[in-house]
């Protein structure tokens, strides 16, 4: 194979394999900018993949498996808004016990329907003229998932609802100072749910295109870190859904590099690869020092109550 | 429906109904009566300050108008009809707007985003484009300048208090209310703040202005209300009292302004700072080369508005920051960028900015607080075991000694007032007979009896040899303390006077970036 074919390829498969890490990714970007660190990403994303796959095998229909996959993230998510907005338990073990729990839960349900591959999977698209293209049709529309289009799009569309938007302004002010927002008749908690339970409901998504569209069968586990990944890109892209695309087909290129280079390397170093790509990029997140850190949501990880004494 | 007959007098027209009047609040905290049956009305066209002491209800009295507290009793009415606050949202509703001590911005965010922040009917696309526009006219009218696009951070403490104001007039707030205003002001910015609530007033807006300086009140208001320990003492037109009687009233007894202060005789060097440089928490310059000398027997008084350096300096010599360049030289000892420890076993006494959070460990006892620093060395231990006769035998004489209110030695330390916290930490930092102290605002949020012992305290402390850096927002406190006072600006020091021949207007004009007998230092 030449190395243009390599190139090609390589892209290709980085935006397959990096959907899922976008859609993670923009949830978690929408959660931490309300303030509410949801390390439950793993867990939401196995939930999301399991309930995907058995609808979708049930009812031949990947289309509504990926939407019950939506809204049983958003169900988990829920659990986590409520446990630390309205509990305002620790942040941190509630998305530890979520993640736990999600990966328990996917296990426990999905015994019997372990190692059958998928009937009807959600069908590759390849976009017409545009696949005509050289180089950029095989490239980026050839055989690629819908969920990836749209991905993409929601990128797009989240980051102008952020940035150019009064629901924008609210939710950016809610993450960085409450206090305010609550001085200002902003509903805090409210405005905290809906973050928490959007960002739940993208990586049901996430989870769900794993089993129904890129690997069409259920195996506990399958989500295999991926949640966590999530959690190192929402630092690294700066809490940017457009920066997010970036960093999730970087880091989709290492775990479709980490098959592709199985013939010259041990397998078990480079499934290393993307992790210790995380640690590194967030050890630069760190020495890229004060200006870096400055896209940190000021108020995150911290529950919110209204000063009373 | 405000019909406001004749010419509107100073002091609020007594025929106009009041636009705000609070019947009757109570309101307790666990241990504490914060407000009781309060009584008070608000008229159209005034400023009506509310005066008293730190802990006196004033600040818990408007957040319950606000709708941050809910009222245990007692009935609020708004332009004379009855109404129930149950949240900003409902107060803005009323027209009520307030600017609290403590800024409620978003920093990160652009004045217009802080503006439109939970604003009714701006578009859902851009809508900062349009509170823009709607703020450069509103800055006109009520001579309050700022630049929509900028960002908060990049602001002066004035502006950002002009970003508060005009985020509750933008609300059409008919009663503003400030809460402590200018307390973060140079003493020309209060003269402007007291040009807007002017401004204000001709418009029909009520202002009532949260305080406990007799001066603004005389200077600023038209009526005054004193409130102690939760009560309100009297309501009356400023122009028919005086500052010594409203003090009486706020205090509860005689108030001595002066200070009587010994004649100033230095000594050898006590602290000397050549040319440090630092840099703060976010990682730009703080300190741009501060040289300063205190001398034993004199107090040193470094003025300025919050967030020029003052707490990168203290930092600085203390150990707690790293110096990028210069010198810092504690009793002919070289201590640039030593260990605390080092620092403080070279005499060095550290009265913190931040009481709880660096004074004291809250969680533990009065007297093991009071041995901190020195828990490692004898009398307090013998290798490796602590001896706790010897311990509690000096928390007994520190307690009596310093008058620290507590239950017992063994009482945690977060259970004390803030007064005699601060005298806990005085009592342990003053007991080794230091060369230095440096004390960081060391009376904020006391009340009057805790201020006047700690200046006293300070005093001795000058009396007896030590040199004494004193930082401080409280102008008034640094002029009757400090023998010599220098003024810091964004990192530098703008100019050292004498403060038997300082000059308020002066002081200020260096606090706002002028060089003393220089021109603009920009």
Known sequence: ?309 | MMAAPGAGDLGGNQNSPPLVLLEGVTKSFPGVVANDRVTLDVRPGEVHALLGENGAGKTTLMNILYGLYRPDAGEIYVKGRKVVIRSPRDAIACGIGMVHQHFKLVYPHTVAENVALGLQGTPFFGPARVVERGLRELGERYNLPVDPKARVWQLSAGEQQRVEILKALYRGADVLILDEPTSVLTPQETGELFKVLARMKEEGHAVVFITHKLDEVMEAADRVTVMRRGKVIDTLPVAETDKASLARMMVGRDVVFRISKAECTPGKEALVLRDLRAVNDRGLPALRGISLTVCRGEIVGIAGVAGNGQRELVEVICGLRRAQGGEVVVLGRPLTNRSPRTVADAGVAHIPEERLRMGIVPGMTVEENLILKKHHRPPFSSGPLLRLAEVRRFAEQAIEEYEIITPSPKTPAKLLSGGNIQKLILARELSGEPGLVVAAHPTYGLDVGATELIRQLLLRQRDAGAGVLLVSEDLEEIVSLADRIAVMFRGEIMGIVEASAAELGEIGLMMAGTRSGMGDPR
């Open chain 1, 1 to 309: 194979m030449g190395w243009e074919e390599w190139l090609i390829s390589t892209i290709a498969r980085a935006l397959a394999y990096g959907t899922p890490l976008l859609w993670g990714t923009l949830g978690e970007v929408y959660a931490e900018r309300s303030g509410v660190v949801n390390l439950g990403v793993e867990g939401m994303m196995a939930i999301g993949a399991f309930s995907a796959f058995a609808v979708a095998q049930s009812t031949g229909n990947p289309g509504l498996g990926i939407l019950v996959a939506a809204v049983a993230g958003g169900g988990a998510a829920l659990i986590h808004a409520f446990l630390t907005v309205t509990l305002r338990a620790n942040q941190y073990v509630s998305g530890l016990a979520l993640t736990m729990f999600g990966l328990g839960l996917s296990g426990l349900l999905g015994r019997g329907w372990e190692g059958v591959p998928l009937k009807h999977p959600l069908p590759a698209i390849t976009v017409p003229y545009l696949a005509d293209i050289p180089i950029l049709g095989p490239m980026l529309f050839q055989n690629q998932s819908i969920i990836t289009y749209l991905g993409l799009v929601l990128a797009v569309v989240l980051w102008v609802l952020l940035y150019r938007t009064r629901w924008g302004i609210t939710l950016r002010s809610v993450g960085e100072s409450p206090a305010t927002a609550d001085a200002l008749g902003v509903n805090v908690y409210l405005v905290r749910y809906l973050a928490v339970i959007l960002g739940g409901v993208l990586a049901g998504v996430a989870g769900g295109y794993l089993s129904v569209e890129y690997r069409p069968s259920w195996t506990e586990g399958m989500t295999g870190g991926m949640g966590w990944i999530v959690i190192a890109l929402t630092i690294f892209v700066a809490w940017d859904p457009v920066q997010a695309i970036g960093g999730a087909v970087l880091f989709g290129a290492l775990y479709h590099l980490s098959y592709r280079l199985q013939p010259w390397v041990a397998p078990e170093l480079l499934k290393l690869m993307p992790y210790a790509a995380a640690i590194i990029v967030l050890a630069f997140v760190g020495l890229g020092g004060a200006q870096r850190r400055r896209g940190a949501p000021g108020a995150l990880g911290v529950p919110y109550a209204r000063g009373e004494k």
